[in-house]
């Protein structure tokens, strides 16, 4: 199957699947900003929280951010294929 969608695609299937394409990409780049940013930004008392008997922001800076930015690529990945079918759907149905 090819997951190219077909040249012929009305402009407002094409808008709708921008739309959700650039809604998903800043709400991942939102929560990896957060992360990044409340990680060194509250460093000093997410170190009073211990895990482990390692201190939280240590944790959050060693594995917990890298965790995150994995599954944030994982998501990503995962969702851009039914956004492309979504696009190829619409385009074969003529919408």
């Not at 944030?72 to 385009?91: E, F, I």
């Amino acid at each position: 199957m090819d997951a190219r969608p077909s040249v012929n695609i009305s402009p407002a299937v094409r808008r709708a699947y921008w739309l959700r394409t650039r809604r998903m990409t800043l709400v991942l780049l939102s929560i990896w900003f957060t992360v990044t940013f409340s990680v060194i930004f509250f460093a000093r008392e997410l170190s009073e929280i211990s895990i482990l008997g390692w201190s939280f922001s240590y944790y959050m800076a060693a594995q917990g951010t890298i965790f995150i930015y994995v599954l944030l690529v994982g998501l990503y990945a995962w969702r851009m294929p039914h956004l492309d079918k979504m696009l190829n759907d619409a385009s074969n149905n003529g919408k």
